[in-house]
C-alpha cells in the first residue's frame, strides 16, 4: 500500500460517553496502515477581554515525513466526504452461517429456537457449497454495514469454519473465528454434534493451526475457542478447552445467561457448581480473553466475577428482545467495571448492523429505566446516551476483543480502521414537482437541514442510519469496501 493523507473530519469515542469531533483535520497513514501523524486545528481560546478568538491554531502530534518518505511510491490524498466516523464498528458476538434465519424465530424462546431454527440450519454447512454461499454473503453484509471487526461463530464443521476464515482473510476483515463445539448427548442432536471429546478437540486444534497457517502474525484472522455453551458441552468437553486456551494463550467465547431457562437448564446439570459464570471459571473458561454473549440474568455476585477475571460482555438488545429473554444491566455493569461491547447475535438479532445493536441498545437501556427502584435519578442514570452506545459499537468492542491498544481510535499509532459516513443535506426547495427528494437519492433516511451541529449530526445518524449512509470502510489502511 501506498502512504496515504486522510483529509476531512473524523469523529471517534476516545472514552465512554465522549465524542470527540476533529474538524478539518488530516491523517497520515503508513503503508502498513498505522496513523503515523494528526493535524487538526482548534480554536485559540480567549483573547483579551475575554472574546472568542475566531483564529484557529494548528495543533500536530506525530512525526512529520520528510521528502524522502514517500518510499517508493507517491503519497495518495484521500477527501473525506461527511463524516469520517472512525470508531470502526466491533460486531463482539455473530453467528456466521445462521444468516440465512436472519428474522425467522416465530414465538420461539432460546431452547426450543435452536431445535427449531439453529441447529438444523447449522448442520448444512458440512457441504462445503453451502457454506461457501452463506459464508461469503454474511462476510460481505457486515462490511457494508461498516463493521470491521467480527467475532464469528461458526458450525461445528473444520472444513467450513476454515473457509470462512479465508474469506474474512481475502475479504481484509478482521475476524475471530472459531468451530463450535458442542458433544452433550442430551441437549445436541444426533445430526449435529461432536462424536467425542476426542474428535472436538482434534477438529478444534485442526482449525487453529490452519487459521494460523494463513495470518501467521494475527493480524486480520485469530482464532478463537468457541463452546456454544455449557449446556450443550460435557464436563470433559468445557474441561479440556480451558487447558487449550491456557496452554496455547487462545481467546474463548461463548454464551451464558441469556434466557431463565437456559440458567435453570445450567443449574441442573452442574449442581456442584455455585452459579452458571463459576461453570466456566471452574474449567478455565473465564478469563481477560473471554467474551460472555448476553448476561442479561446474572446475579451481581457473578457480575462481580466476571470483572474480577477481566472478562468481556457482547450486549445483544436485539436478539434478547426478538427472543424474549430479557434486558441486560449495561449500566449496572459498566459501573462495577465490566468490559461491554455490542453483538448483532445474527440470526437470534434480525441485522447484521451494529449500528442498529447501538440504536436498540440505547432503546432497551431507556426501557429498562421504567423498571429501575429507586430515586429519579437513579432511574436516568440507567439509560445509555448516544455517545456511550457508540463507544460500546466501537472502542468499546475493541477492549471485549484485547485490541484497544491497537485499534478503535483516531490517535497515533493506532490502526486505521475507519468507515466514511455521509448523510443527506436536504436542498432548498425540498422536492420537486412529482414529490420526488433533490437531495442525494441513495444516501438514506437520514435528513440534516443545515444547522444541526456535528453531534446532532451523529445522533441522527445513529437513530437513523443505514448501510447507505456507509460509503468506504477500511480495514488496517485497507480500503475493503466501497458503496
Not at 479465508?166 to 458433544?183: K, N, P, Y
Not at 481477560?288 to 448476553?294: N, P, V
Not at 455476585?301 to 477481566?310: I, S, T
Request: charged share 30%; proline share 3%; glycine share 12%.
Amino acid at each position: 500500500m501506498k502512504k496515504r493523507i486522510y483529509a476531512g473530519t473524523f469523529i471517534h469515542t476516545p472514552t465512554l460517553g465522549s465524542l470527540c469531533v476533529l474538524e478539518d483535520a488530516r491523517m497520515g497513514v503508513s503503508e502498513e496502515g498505522v496513523i503515523e501523524w494528526i493535524e487538526r486545528r482548534e480554536r485559540g481560546g480567549k483573547e483579551q477581554g475575554g472574546e472568542e478568538n475566531a483564529e484557529k491554531r494548528v495543533v500536530f502530534e506525530g512525526r512529520k515525513w520528510g521528502d524522502g518518505d514517500g518510499g517508493d511510491g507517491e503519497i495518495e490524498g484521500v477527501e473525506v466526504e461527511g463524516m469520517g466516523e472512525g470508531d470502526d464498528e466491533w460486531d463482539t458476538h455473530t453467528h456466521a452461517p445462521q444468516l440465512p434465519n436472519t428474522g425467522l424465530f416465530g414465538n420461539s424462546t432460546l431452547l426450543s429456537w435452536l431445535t427449531t431454527y439453529t441447529f438444523p440450519l447449522e448442520s448444512s454447512l458440512r457441504s462445503l457449497p453451502t457454506a461457501t454461499r452463506i459464508y461469503t454473503r454474511a462476510v460481505a453484509s457486515t462490511l457494508l454495514h461498516g463493521t470491521t471487526t467480527a467475532a464469528y461463530h461458526a458450525t461445528i464443521h473444520p472444513a467450513a469454519t476454515n473457509l470462512l476464515a479465508d474469506i474474512c482473510l481475502s475479504r481484509g476483515q478482521r475476524a475471530f473465528v472459531g468451530r463450535v463445539c458442542m458433544d452433550c448427548e442430551s441437549t445436541c442432536p444426533d445430526f449435529y454434534r461432536d462424536e467425542s471429546v476426542e474428535t472436538g478437540m482434534r477438529d478444534t486444534k485442526a482449525v487453529v493451526e490452519h487459521i494460523r497457517s494463513i495470518d501467521p502474525k494475527g493480524e486480520i484472522v485469530h482464532p478463537i475457542l468457541t463452546p456454544r455453551f455449557a449446556p450443550s458441552c460435557t464436563a470433559a468437553s468445557l474441561s479440556s478447552l480451558g487447558q487449550l486456551a491456557k496452554d496455547e494463550n487462545l481467546p474463548i467465547q461463548t454464551h451464558i445467561s441469556e434466557n431463565k431457562g437456559e440458567v435453570e437448564l445450567v443449574r441442573k446439570m452442574f449442581p456442584e457448581r455455585s452459579s452458571y459464570t463459576d461453570v466456566y471459571d471452574h474449567y478455565g473458561l473465564l478469563g481477560d480473553k473471554t467474551i460472555l454473549a448476553h448476561a442479561v440474568h446474572l446475579s451481581d455476585e457473578e457480575v462481580e466475577l466476571v470483572n474480577r477475571r477481566g472478562a468481556g460482555v457482547a450486549h445483544c438488545p436485539l436478539s434478547n428482545m426478538s427472543l424474549g429473554s430479557g434486558i441486560a444491566p449495561v449500566r449496572a455493569m459498566l459501573d462495577k467495571g465490566v468490559k461491554v461491547g455490542l453483538g448483532t447475535d445474527v440470526s437470534g438479532g434480525g441485522s447484521s448492523s451494529v449500528l442498529v445493536a447501538a440504536r436498540e441498545a440505547a432503546g432497551v437501556s431507556r426501557l429498562l429505566s421504567v423498571f429501575q427502584k429507586g430515586e429519579e435519578k437513579e432511574k436516568e442514570r440507567v439509560k445509555l446516551g448516544v455517545e456511550e452506545c457508540l463507544y460500546l459499537a466501537t472502542r468499546g468492542g475493541a477492549e471485549v476483543l484485547g485490541l484497544a491498544a491497537k485499534v478503535g481510535a483516531f490517535e497515533v499509532g493506532m490502526q486505521w480502521d475507519a468507515q466514511m459516513v455521509r448523510v443527506e443535506r436536504v436542498k432548498e426547495g425540498g422536492e420537486d414537482g412529482e414529490g420526488r427528494r433533490t437531495g442525494d437519492e441513495d444516501s438514506g433516511l437520514v435528513q440534516c437541514w443545515g444547522k444541526e451541529t456535528w453531534e446532532e449530526k451523529v445522533a441522527k445518524w445513529m437513530y437513523c442510519g443505514d448501510d447507505r449512509n456507509t460509503r468506504k470502510v477500511w480495514v488496517k489502511g485497507r480500503l475493503v469496501h466501497e458503496r
